[in-house]
């Protein structure tokens, strides 16, 4: 089945710096990569997603990147703020099944 | 409102005493699945339905079981709960279309066996 692998653990930034996050998988069928953000006690949410067929996406301040001949993809978040500070989780999805990453612990300091 | 529902919010109970965890959603998907999250180990998927009376294992399906008897509900069944079943748990459904699974979780239930 599918593996996905995600680094760091835990990144901490100053206010205004970028964060990155790298995740890479292992089934070349996994067509579906979004990643989610999880506040303190809340469910996951949705914050941006790619799909096979492009190599990147952006919203506002947050971007993803998808090579898929080196199976990776990575979350790049710009000029951070305190409210980005969450656990956030790369996911890639193969036949509708999601398999997680372990997750970022991310800290903005003011 | 498009929503998972899950209950109850929180539970406590002892080892051995058989409890369901209930995930209603109200949004005519096809596909539910059940996750656990535990610290540093991530979401990990239970069971997963792709349609009423189609259910399948996840990852870590023991000490679980799960019945879609209704396409809305997929309730889940701890017949013998331990305590290394202790965890945030949450339900999720997809309409099953095309590429990607959009996911739509649920508040999570966080269950504590003792």
């Known amino acids: 089945g599918e593996n996905v692998e995600q680094h760091p653990s835990t990144l901490s930034v100053q206010e205004g710096d970028s964060a990155v996050i790298k995740c890479t998988y292992s089934?070349?069928?996994?067509?579906?990569f979004p990643w989610y953000k999880q506040e303190l006690g809340k469910r996951p949410q949705l914050i941006i997603d790619?799909?096979?067929?492009?190599g990147e996406k952006k919203d506002q301040r947050i971007a993803v990147t998808l090579n898929k001949t080196a199976k990776h993809f990575s979350l790049h978040i710009t000029e951070t703020q305190p409210e980005d500070s969450a656990v956030y989780f790369c996911?890639?999805?193969?036949?509708?099944?999601?398999?997680f990453g372990k997750g970022t612990l991310l800290t903005v300091n003011p | 409102e498009a929503q998972v529902t899950q209950n109850p919010r929180y539970l406590i109970t002892v080892t051995g005493k058989k409890l369901t965890v209930t995930c209603s959603q109200n949004?005519?998907?096809?596909?539910m699945s059940w996750y656990r999250q535990d610290p540093g180990l991530g979401l990990r998927q239970i069971y997963y339905?792709?349609?009423?009376?189609?259910?399948d294992k996840g990852d870590v399906p023991e000490g679980y079981k799960v019945s879609r008897k209704e396409k809305r509900n997929f309730p889940l069944i701890l017949e013998s709960p331990s305590p290394n079943q202790t965890s945030l748990y949450f339900c999720?459904?997809?309409?099953?279309?095309?590429?990607?699974?959009?996911?739509?979780f649920g508040s999570g239930t966080r269950l504590t066996v003792v």
């Open positions: 999720a459904s997809s309409l099953q279309r095309g590429i990607g699974a959009l996911y739509t």
């Open positions: 790619i799909r096979s067929n492009v």
């Open positions: 996911a890639a999805s193969s036949n509708y099944k999601l398999t």
């Open positions: 949004m005519n998907h096809e596909y």
């Open positions: 339905s792709m349609n009423v009376e189609v259910t």
């Open positions: 089934d070349s069928a996994s067509n579906y």
